[in-house]
């Protein structure tokens, strides 16, 4: 979401006449595009901005801004502690910063981290920097109402508004022109995309009755972008369990260029802490809805994301996420210990009271699970063909060509003047935790 969101500040910036340098230490100004999502991640940040000091005191003209959710959670702290921040800017305030930088340069406050019930940056096409030309993200949705409790997004994002599909096409078809292969829709919850023309998705009671009758559900927009881009392969996530719908299932079993692939985070396998957390399903639930996926998308990858140690999680309840692993065997997860973030109702309402060995150990022995599983995923690509978009040379040998199946799992293979950007057969022979090995099918 923020290389997308830095993708749209390029854009922004070029527009007002700035220019991209690759070299930070040229630059006239810095934005760091943040993350709040872990504490590691700010500290990340802070790391940054005080290899920035040095930079500073030799090139005192020199702006640094922060911006994205580490500033709508921290901007008190980044202006009064982190001397060196002059520009701050939410998540919605992009638009606003050739004035910060105006300001900035004035010494005047350039701090915008106002939230927004419309802004979708719906009209600004990004200028794509960071991706190898043939896989570009496209944010269709921005926010989430759904107020998990250990999560800052809905705080530092704001509320869910979708964007409009007709804006999303066009920049869909940029893109399609300029010869990418695949795109990735994007949301915090993207299965709960609802554009009606009337705002953020909470005033949808509220929407005409011919706005209702023209509204645009995810399924829809999916069945869209896959039909008017037949020859893209089309990716999209985060999906919460709790607003994953049949009919997404059905749009992606429907059309071949929608890759069977969906990231599921279940974030814990008990049902007492699920309930604590929010998040709106039961272990019974999300299980129902992987047997629905395999009924309906054989073979689909399945990816996950899992916390060790969200407060008052017992040795029973790990055991349950455990448990939860083995009945779904994902190809692969992001796993993380618990790590409290302020401003969240967790954070208000349970202390952070799994000790941190525990949390660790509990971690370790998801993580070794989870590379079981991957390797035993993995293995039973081993004499099947798969077909992969080339994205890349492979780093260790020059005649090699690497890239994902339609799964997401990546594939190294000799190129034999295949280039990247091709769709090849591939036929996998041999695979570990990480990657499948393969031979170009004859
Ligand atoms: S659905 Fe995802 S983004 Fe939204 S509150 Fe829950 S964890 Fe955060």
Redesign the pocket.
Known sequence: MNVADSEVVYAIMEEAGYARTSDYKQADVIFLNTCSVREKAEQTVRNKLSNFSHLKRTRPHLLIGVLGCMASRAKERLLEEEKMVDIVAGPDSYRDLPHLVDNARKNLCAVNVQLSLEETYDDIIPVRVSGNGISAFVSVMRG?????T?????YT?GRERSRDPQTIINEIQILADEGYKEITLLG??IDSYLWYGGGPKKHFDKASEEQKKNAVRFSQLLTMVAERFPMLRIRFC?S?P??MTDDVLDAIASHDNICRYLHL?F?SGSNRILKHMH?GYTREEYMALIDRIHAKLPDCGITMDVIAGYPTETEEDHQDTLSLMCYVKYDFGYMFKYSERPGTYAAGHYPDDVPDDVKQRRLDEIISLQSEHSAQRNRSYIGRTCRILAEGVSKKNKEELFGRNPQGIVAVFPAEGHTIGEFIDVEIIDATQGTLIGIIKK
């Open positions: 989430c109402d759904n107020m998990c250990y999560c800052v997004v809905p994002r915090q919850n985060t919460n709790h607003d985070p974030q998040r």
